[in-house]
């Protein structure tokens, strides 16, 4: 079954907003990893937070994990028109990484 | 240079056919995957090879079957193409368990007519 469902499943913004997309997953994990897919392509791996870590910062990228919720979250600060593209969390319960059915956010110029 | 390259990038084909897509990865990755992606976005895992043995075989039908000749090489061979496997199918790789991320290619988007 599905691990990792993301909230919302579309988010339209204008530039310069922040964009804040939800993932939830079902068991316990030892880590859950965020990636972006750019229409037509492969995914593209962002950060990866660690089940004994909260919060964890690169770039314009904040990532947020709340173990007893099962829950993480992405927000992306100061979106730009390039920031246009689905972003998937996965989660590692076990010996693999199962992921969502992710957000495609929209960043409007 | 292409980290995980996959071919072809696109493959129209009729019910009954069978048909292979290869995937390549030069990072020096020991694990390569196969992920099918459904008209939702859904990805799902479909075969894990870890130095060139089977980890991981979800449930799929037995028409598929993998093969990875080497640790840079899993190509996948699909029987009598069915029209609902019609989606995108990604290969991906990583270092062991991928804690530092799977490197993905860009996709194979295949039509069955």
């Known amino acids: 079954s599905q691990q990792g469902e993301e909230d919302p499943q579309a988010l339209s913004i204008q530039e310069g907003e922040n964009a804040t997309m939800n993932c939830s997953y079902k068991?316990?994990?030892?880590?859950l990893q965020w990636y972006r897919q750019n229409s037509g392509r492969g995914l593209v791996h962002l950060i990866l937070?660690?089940?004994?870590?909260r919060e964890k910062h690169s770039g314009r990228l904040r990532v947020t994990l709340d173990t007893s919720k099962k829950s993480s979250s992405l927000l992306i600060t100061a979106s730009r028109a390039a920031d246009t593209a689905s972003y998937f969390c996965?989660?590692?319960?076990?010996?693999?990484?199962?992921f969502g059915t992710g957000t495609s956010l929209t960043v409007i110029p | 240079d292409t980290a995980v390259s996959q071919t072809p990038k696109y493959l129209v084909t009729q019910m009954g056919n069978d048909k292979s897509i290869k995937c390549e990865q030069n990072?020096?990755?020991?694990?390569m995957y196969w992920y099918k992606q459904d008209s939702k976005k859904f990805l799902k895992i479909m075969f894990s090879?870890?130095?060139?043995?089977?980890?991981i075989n979800e449930t799929v039908p037995n028409r598929f079957s993998p093969k990875s000749p080497d640790k840079a090489h899993l190509n996948l061979h699909i029987n009598s193409l069915e029209l609902g496997d019609s989606a995108v199918y990604f290969c991906?790789?990583?270092?062991?368990?991928?804690?530092?991320?799977?490197?993905f290619g860009s996709g194979t988007r295949l039509t069955v007519v």
């Open positions: 068991t316990s994990i030892n880590n």
């Open positions: 937070i660690r089940s004994n870590e």
């Open positions: 090879y870890n130095n060139k043995e089977l980890i």
């Open positions: 996965a989660s590692r319960p076990s010996n693999q990484f199962y």
């Open positions: 990072l020096g990755h020991d694990t």
């Open positions: 991906a790789s990583s270092h062991s368990e991928g804690l530092l991320g799977y490197t």
